[in-house]
C-alpha cells in the first residue's frame, strides 16, 4: 500500500501566484521523519526539509513554507509568489525508525509536477 | 565538496547484454541504496546496504544485484537487462538512518532496447 501520496499528479500557475503541494503519509510508527525533494528538469534530486514526528512547528524558509499536521497526517508545501525557477517536480517522502521491510528506506510519493509560466 | 557520483549518465543498451552502474561516495556514509524512478510512481528502492558486506533487498529488487566491498562503492549489476528495467536510477548514501537526509547522485538514465 502507498505509504506517501501525493494526490496532484500536475499543477499550473502564473508566475507570482501561490501554489500549495499536498502530502498525506500513512505509519503506524510514532517517530519518522517527513522530507521534501525537489526534482528541476535537469534530473538531480535537491533537498528541501526534513521534519521528525514530534515537531509539529510550520517551517519557512524564503518563498517555502511546510504545514505539519499530525492529526491528518499531512505535510504539506507551499511556494509564495512562484517563480519560473520553481518550476519542478517535488516529491514527499516518509522514512520510519521502525520500518521492519527495509531499515532507512526513503518511501516517496508519486511527485507533483509544478508548472509556472511567466 | 560533498557528493554522489553515479556513472555513466545516459546508457541505451540491448536485451540481455550485462552492464554495472557505478556510484561512489566521498561522505564516509555507511548507509548507501539503489532507487529507481518510474513515472506515476515515484522512486522505488532496488537494493540497499548499511555497511561494508552488508546488503539487503529493497522493493523491486528482481533483475537487479548489487555488491559493497568497499565503503565508498555500491555498484548497481543488471546481469541480463530487460526492457522494463528503462528507467531513471538514482543511487544516495545517508550518513545514518531513518533521521537524516539522503543524498543523491546525478541519475542514470538506462534504456534497454
Known amino acids: 500500500a502507498q505509504k506517501v501520496t501525493q494526490a496532484q499528479t500536475e499543477i499550473s500557475v502564473v508566475e507570482k501566484e501561490d501554489v500549495t503541494l499536498d502530502c498525506v503519509y500513512e505509519?503506524?510508527?510514532?517517530?519518522?521523519?517527513l522530507f521534501w525533494y525537489k526534482q528541476p528538469p535537469s534530473g538531480e534530486l535537491v533537498f528541501l526539509i526534513r521534519?521528525?514526528?514530534?515537531?509539529?512547528q510550520n517551517e519557512i524558509s524564503g518563498r517555502y513554507s511546510w504545514n505539519f499536521q499530525k492529526s491528518t497526517s499531512s505535510f504539506n508545501f507551499t511556494i509564495t509568489a512562484s517563480q519560473v525557477v520553481d518550476s519542478a517536480v517535488y516529491f514527499c517522502?516518509?522514512?520510519?525508525?521502525?520500518?521492519?521491510?527495509?531499515?532507512?528506506?526513503?518511501?516517496f510519493g508519486a511527485g507533483t509536477q509544478v508548472v509556472v509560466t511567466p | 565538496e560533498a557528493q554522489v557520483t553515479q556513472n555513466p549518465r545516459y546508457l541505451i543498451t540491448v536485451t540481455g547484454k550485462k552492464l554495472t552502474v557505478t556510484c561512489s561516495q566521498n561522505?564516509?556514509?555507511?548507509?548507501m541504496s539503489w532507487y529507481r524512478q518510474d513515472p506515476g510512481l515515484g522512486l522505488r528502492q532496488i537494493y540497499y546496504?548499511?555497511?561494508?558486506?552488508?546488503?539487503d533487498k529493497g522493493d523491486v529488487p528482481e533483475g537487479y544485484k548489487v555488491s559493497r566491498k568497499e565503503k565508498r562503492n555500491f555498484p548497481l549489476i543488471l546481469e541480463s537487462p530487460s526492457p522494463n528495467q528503462t528507467s531513471l536510477y538514482f543511487c544516495a548514501s545517508r550518513r545514518g538512518g531513518y533521521d537524516t537526509e539522503a543524498f543523491f547522485g546525478q541519475g542514470t538514465r538506462l534504456t534497454v532496447v
Open positions: 521534519r521528525n514526528s514530534f515537531d509539529e
Open positions: 505509519t503506524r510508527d510514532t517517530t519518522y521523519y
Open positions: 517522502a516518509l522514512s520510519e525508525a521502525k520500518a521492519t521491510d527495509s531499515w532507512g528506506k526513503l518511501q
Open positions: 561522505m564516509n556514509h555507511e548507509y
Open positions: 546496504s548499511m555497511n561494508v558486506e552488508v546488503t
